[in-house]
């Protein structure tokens, strides 16, 4: 199983909701990744957990709070969003973290903030 | 910042044609990747080539390295529709923790 799943695929939020992004693989991976993606630019890294401890947190705003329940799984909690919000979030996931090992990615969450 | 910065932004060519994108970056890496990515979808990695690597093949896939100009090509040979695409250049950079940057991306267009 080489896959990464992410659930919702579409996710449409007012600015006051508390909602949840998923992401789950089974593929033995030590290292998570979230990526935020605006269109037409690249994947720009958000957190990334090894060992399900954060290891980067790149100064993302509290409104977006990760958590790496199990080596399997690690989750997006997004609260009080701001338009400028909406975008691709992407999860990936590579053996270890580091530049030596390719990262898989799921399919995203189109997330639109109204 | 973006660690690596591509060119061109878009090409737009003729199936069986060759595309050539290139990559730059700007800090000392180990390693390079390129990733594909179909509209919208997520990223597919192609193909890793290490700092101590000139060239690497892969299928119809020719990547070089020049760490002396900090610039890598990626090189798509007889290209298909199907190949229609962004591609990504992605390297790391250290920050406190290994951190992945991905380059500014070239948007493929294949007509068939």
């Known amino acids: 199983d080489t896959e990464v799943t992410q659930t919702p695929k579409h996710l449409v939020m007012g600015m006051t909701n508390k909602k949840s992004l998923k992401c789950e693989q089974h593929?033995?991976?030590?290292?998570m990744y979230w990526y935020k993606q605006k269109a037409k630019k690249p994947p720009e890294l958000m957190f990334v957990?090894?060992?399900?401890?954060?290891?980067i947190n790149e100064s993302v705003p509290s409104r977006f709070s990760p958590e790496c329940p199990n080596s399997s799984l690690l989750n997006l909690h997004l609260h009080a969003l701001q338009p400028e919000d909406s975008a691709l979030y992407l999860c990936?996931?590579?053996?270890?973290?580091?530049?030596?090992?390719?990262?898989?990615f799921g399919p995203g969450t189109r997330l639109t903030v109204t | 910042s973006q660690q690596g910065e591509e060119d061109p932004q878009a090409l737009s060519i003729q199936e069986g044609e060759n595309a050539t994108m290139n990559c730059s970056y700007k800090?000392?890496?180990?390693?390079l990747q390129w990733y594909r990515q179909n509209s919208g979808r997520g990223l597919v990695h192609l193909i890793l080539?290490?700092?101590?690597?000139r060239e690497k093949h892969s299928g119809r896939l020719r990547v070089t390295l020049d760490t002396s100009k900090k610039s890598s090509s990626l090189l798509i040979t007889a290209s298909r529709a199907a190949d229609t695409a962004s591609y990504f250049c992605?390297?790391?950079?250290?920050?406190?923790?290994?951190?992945?940057?991905f380059g500014a991306g070239t948007r493929l267009f294949v007509k068939a």
């Open positions: 990936a996931s590579s053996l270890e973290q580091g530049d030596s090992y390719e990262q898989y």
């Open positions: 080539i290490r700092s101590n690597e």
């Open positions: 593929m033995g991976h030590r290292a």
């Open positions: 957990y090894s060992y399900e401890k954060l290891s």
């Open positions: 800090t000392s890496i180990n390693n």
């Open positions: 992605a390297t790391d950079a250290y920050a406190g923790g290994f951190k992945t940057i």
